[in-house]
């Protein structure tokens, strides 16, 4: 059972460049989300999907992007890689709104941006 | 402004010994709470969660305590073991579920 699987685990940018993060989970969850972390900083969340077909903002959405694919799969752009988004990045997916709700992250994503 | 908050970016503590890892909210509308754990090159997993009407719930080694007029909880772990040692998250969903807020995590580090 996979759960939540993110590629690639490692990626340097340069500044400027552009990269995609992918995220697919098989827990028919309908949320999705991508946090970052940062020493100090905690998780904090850039995008998210309540369900197929819509996305929002989250605490830190600038410099970024996002595509809800389909249910399964959620992908999170960077156009112009910047050294501030030097960071692990994180998927997670979740039941929306079920009692003892609980996000299921991924392995994580760690990017450095040079 | 941060709507979770864990003031102590780490902790050591010996084997056998009790660990308490300390988390504080400031929105009262959070009814629902979280702990993560999350060892180095992993993503975090669910450890323990409790609901605005209990106090305290357990599950084993781990107990999380909820204090609500002090818009504080706790998550005590007895007896500690080295493999205990991680970085815990405390989190809260907001009212609808759409999203979830995580403090700054604290870095347990259990000593044999």
């Known amino acids: 059972n996979a759960g939540v699987t993110q590629t690639p685990k490692f990626q340097v940018l340069k500044t400027g460049q552009s990269m995609t993060l992918q995220c697919a989970q098989d827990?028919?969850?309908?949320?999705m989300y991508w946090y970052r972390q940062d020493p100090g900083m905690g998780l904090r969340l850039i995008y998210y999907?309540?369900?197929?077909?819509?996305?929002d903002k989250g605490e830190v959405p600038n410099g970024y992007n996002v595509s809800r694919l389909n249910k399964r799969e959620f992908s999170l752009r960077l156009e112009s890689a910047a050294p501030s988004q030097t960071s692990v990045y994180f998927c997670?997916?979740?039941?929306?709104?079920?009692?003892?709700?609980?996000?299921?992250f991924g392995s994580g994503t760690q990017l450095s941006v040079l | 402004d941060q709507q979770v908050k864990q003031n102590s970016p780490s902790l050591s503590v010996q084997e056998g010994r009790i660990s308490i890892l300390n988390c504080d909210y400031t929105n009262s509308m959070f009814d629902y709470f979280l702990w993560y754990k999350k060892y180095p090159a992993e993503g975090p997993t669910f450890l323990i969660s409790i609901s605005s009407i209990k106090d305290k719930n357990e599950d084993g080694r781990f107990t999380v305590f909820l204090n609500k007029s002090a818009k504080h909880l706790s998550l005590h772990i007895v007896p500690s073991q080295p493999g205990d040692s991680a970085v815990y998250f405390c989190a809260a969903p907001a009212y609808n579920f759409n999203k979830f807020y995580f403090g700054s995590g604290t870095k347990l580090n259990v000593k044999p």
């Open positions: 999907s309540a369900s197929e077909g819509t996305t």
């Open positions: 997670a997916s979740s039941t929306q709104g079920t009692l003892n709700e609980k996000l299921f």
């Open positions: 827990m028919n969850h309908n949320s």
